[in-house]
């Protein structure tokens, strides 16, 4: 088990909207669209949406909760492409040259921005995948300032995390975590994030990959990490004892977790006296 001993408070640690895709929303299409997400049919570019397939839907098969997101390429005639399943927290820009199309961060309408102006260490969540052979699911968070767009003029990126999903079926729930690289000291204003179900411009027909449950995860320092003679912790009876000798009176607590990042406890402490929990 590892002990995470903090003062402070949680609420600060921002978190990704709608992360389990339990909130759908009419966007006038024949598919809900999942709530704070946006696809390739509500692109910037209004005349191509109408011709812009759908590659996503609202699956039961879900991680946890009623329902998770479901991506599928998607072969398009019209131009004689395979469209990558993709959603994206942002707003795509399409085009009829598929190697110019992007996802951006509109900072003027929230519909199509992640406000973050915290700094995770990285981002887990629980997937699926089906891919074609040759191809491959993506995972993709970008944090940054103002305007950003992947791909685009990489000068407001703070950080980057990215994954490939595997190239062969994975059909139960798995866990991924991805760490942020960060290149800049700036502190972040918002996040982009894109999900796919295949290599981008290069998708192959049939892919198909699922994903729920995302999540930020914060370094326990950023939040006030108590050092080792602040803190007495100790077992007696099945019952775990926590000290803490702390005068600030600012709020305390502690999460147990174990070494496949579960949370097994998670309390609030009050400081300068024993508090107690059983574990049996």
Same mark, same amino acid.
């Given at each position: 088990?590892?002990?995470? @001993?903090?003062?402070?408070?949680?609420?600060?640690?921002?978190?990704?909207?709608?992360?389990?895709?339990?909130?759908?929303?009419?966007?006038?299409?024949?598919?809900?669209?999942?709530?704070?997400?946006?696809? @390739?049919?509500?692109? =910037?570019?209004?005349?191509?949406?109408? *011709?812009?397939?759908?590659?996503?839907?609202?699956?039961?098969?879900? *991680?946890?909760?009623?329902?998770?997101?479901?991506?599928?390429?998607?072969?398009?005639?019209?131009?004689? *492409?395979?469209?990558?399943?993709?959603?994206?927290?942002?707003?795509?820009?399409?085009?009829? =040259?598929?190697?110019?199309?992007?996802?951006?961060?509109?900072?003027?309408?929230?519909?199509?921005?992640?406000?973050?102006?915290?700094?995770?260490?990285? !981002?887990?969540?629980?997937?699926?995948?089906?891919?074609?052979?040759?191809?491959?699911?993506?995972?993709?968070?970008?944090?940054?300032?103002?305007?950003?767009? @992947?791909?685009?003029?990489?000068?407001?990126?703070?950080?980057?995390?990215?994954?490939?999903?595997?190239? !062969?079926?994975?059909?139960?729930?798995?866990?991924?975590?991805?760490?942020?690289?960060?290149?800049?000291?700036?502190?972040?204003?918002?996040?982009?994030?894109?999900?796919?179900?295949?290599?981008?411009?290069?998708?192959?027909?049939?892919?198909?990959?699922?994903?729920?449950?995302?999540?930020?995860?914060?370094?326990?320092?950023?939040?006030?990490?108590?050092?080792?003679?602040?803190?007495? !912790?100790?077992?007696?009876?099945?019952?775990?004892?926590?000290?803490?000798?702390?005068?600030?009176? =600012?709020?305390?607590?502690?999460?147990?977790? =174990?070494?496949?990042?579960?949370?097994?406890?998670?309390?609030?402490?009050?400081?300068?006296?024993?508090?107690?929990?059983? @574990?049996?």
């Amino acid at each position: 088990m590892i002990l995470l @001993i903090f003062t402070g408070t949680l609420s600060s640690q921002q978190q990704i909207q709608n992360p389990g895709f339990e909130e759908w929303e009419d966007v006038g299409l024949s598919k809900e669209e999942p709530t704070h997400w946006s696809s @390739i049919k509500t692109s =910037d570019n209004l005349s191509l949406n109408i *011709h812009a397939p759908i590659v996503w839907d609202k699956s039961t098969d879900a *991680h946890s909760g009623n329902y998770s997101l479901y991506l599928f390429n998607y072969y398009v005639s019209l131009i004689n *492409h395979v469209a990558a399943g993709t959603i994206s927290n942002g707003r795509f820009h399409s085009d009829l =040259d598929p190697e110019l199309g992007y996802a951006f961060t509109d900072p003027n309408n929230p519909s199509y921005h992640g406000v973050l102006t915290s700094k995770p260490d990285s !981002v887990v969540g629980w997937y699926k995948c089906n891919p074609a052979v040759g191809d491959f699911g993506t995972i993709k968070f970008l944090l940054h300032t103002g305007y950003a767009a @992947i791909p685009g003029d990489e000068s407001n990126y703070i950080a980057m995390a990215y994954q490939e999903l595997p190239t !062969v079926e994975v059909n139960t729930w798995t866990r991924f975590s991805i760490p942020f690289v960060y290149t800049s000291n700036a502190t972040p204003e918002y996040f982009l994030c894109i999900l796919t179900s295949g290599n981008g411009t290069q998708a192959i027909e049939g892919s198909t990959a699922y994903f729920d449950d995302l999540k930020f995860i914060y370094n326990p320092s950023s939040i006030g990490e108590l050092k080792q003679n602040d803190f007495k !912790v100790y077992t007696q009876n099945d019952i775990l004892k926590v000290e803490i000798e702390d005068n600030s009176n =600012d709020p305390a607590g502690f999460i147990l977790v =174990d070494l496949n990042g579960r949370i097994i406890y998670n309390a609030s402490l009050e400081t300068n006296t024993i508090n107690e929990f059983s @574990i049996s």
